[in-house]
C-alpha cells in the first residue's frame, strides 16, 4: 500500500502503481529469504514489469531493498495505530505492541518476516514504529510513568527485544504467543520503571477489539 498521497493523473497513478509493484516484489523475496542478491531482472518479472522499467524509480536494487523495508515499517506502524487508538497511557501502548506483534506474526506472516530479517537496521528509522516508540516514551519519561532518563536507549532495548520476539514466534510456533508477549512486556515495564504490580497486570489487559 502506497504510503504517499494518491497521484493526481493517470500517468502518475501509473507510474505509483509500477513502483508500488517493485516495492511489493522485494518484500516478498526479504520475507521468503532475506536475501537482497535477486536479480533486477528476477525482481521485474516478479512485479511483472519490464526490466527497463525497474530504473525509472530505483537507482539500484539497495535503493529499492531499503524502500521494501520502509514500506513494511511504515504499515507496521500504521496498524499499531489503527488497533491502539484511543489508548493514552504509555505502559498500556508499550505492552500491547508486544502482544499485537506476536499477532501479527501469524495473521501477517510477509510483514514480520521483513521485520525478522531486516529491522535491526532500521530500529532508529524516521518511519514505522521508531518514531513512534520514541514519543511515547517521551510522554511516559515526561509524566512520571517511566523513570529511564534516555530515550533513546530504552528505544534500544525496546526493539531489540521485539526483534528477539518475532524471531522466537518463528523459531517456536508451539509456545503460546500472547503469554510469552505478555511475560516479555511485564520485564520491560519494569525496566522502564513500572512497579512490579502494576507491570503485570498492564501487560495482561484486554486487547482493544477492533474487528
Do not use: C, W
Not at 497521484?7 to 532475506?34: C, D, M, S
Not at 525497474?54 to 531493498?65: A, D, G, P, R, V
Not at 518476516?113 to 529491522?119: D, N, P, W, Y
Not at 517511566?146 to 532495548?157: G, R
Request: aromatic residues 6%; hydrophobic residues 40%.
Amino acid at each position: 500500500m502506497p504510503t504517499s498521497a494518491p497521484p493526481k493523473n493517470r500517468f502518475e497513478r501509473r507510474r505509483a502503481e509500477t513502483r508500488q509493484a517493485l516495492v511489493r516484489a522485494a518484500r516478498q523475496i526479504l520475507a521468503e529469504t532475506g536475501d537482497t542478491s535477486a536479480s533486477i531482472q528476477t525482481i521485474a518479472e516478479r512485479a511483472d514489469v519490464g526490466f527497463g522499467t525497474f530504473y525509472n524509480h530505483f537507482e539500484s536494487k539497495t535503493e529499492l531493498f531499503d524502500a521494501a523495508v520502509r514500506d513494511a515499517l511504515e504499515e507496521f506502524g500504521r496498524t499499531f495505530d489503527e488497533q491502539l487508538e484511543g489508548v493514552d497511557d504509555p505502559a498500556e501502548l508499550v505492552a500491547a505492541g508486544f502482544r499485537l506483534s506476536a499477532h501479527l506474526s501469524a495473521s501477517r506472516p510477509e510483514l514480520m518476516k521483513v521485520l525478522r530479517h531486516r529491522g535491526l537496521s532500521h530500529i532508529y528509522s524516521d518511519s514505522g514504529l521508531a518514531p513512534r516508540a520514541v514519543r511515547d516514551l517521551e510522554v511516559g519519561i515526561a509524566s512520571g510513568r517511566f523513570t529511564v532518563a534516555d530515550p533513546t536507549v530504552a528505544l534500544t532495548a525496546l526493539g531489540g527485544s521485539l526483534l528477539a520476539l518475532v524471531e522466537l514466534r518463528f523459531a517456536r510456533p508451539d509456545l503460546d504467543g500472547d503469554e510469552t508477549a505478555s511475560n516479555l512486556a511485564e520485564m520491560l515495564l519494569r525496566m522502564l520503571g513500572v512497579p512490579p504490580e502494576d507491570a503485570y497486570d498492564v501487560a495482561r489487559r484486554p486487547l482493544p477489539d477492533r474487528d
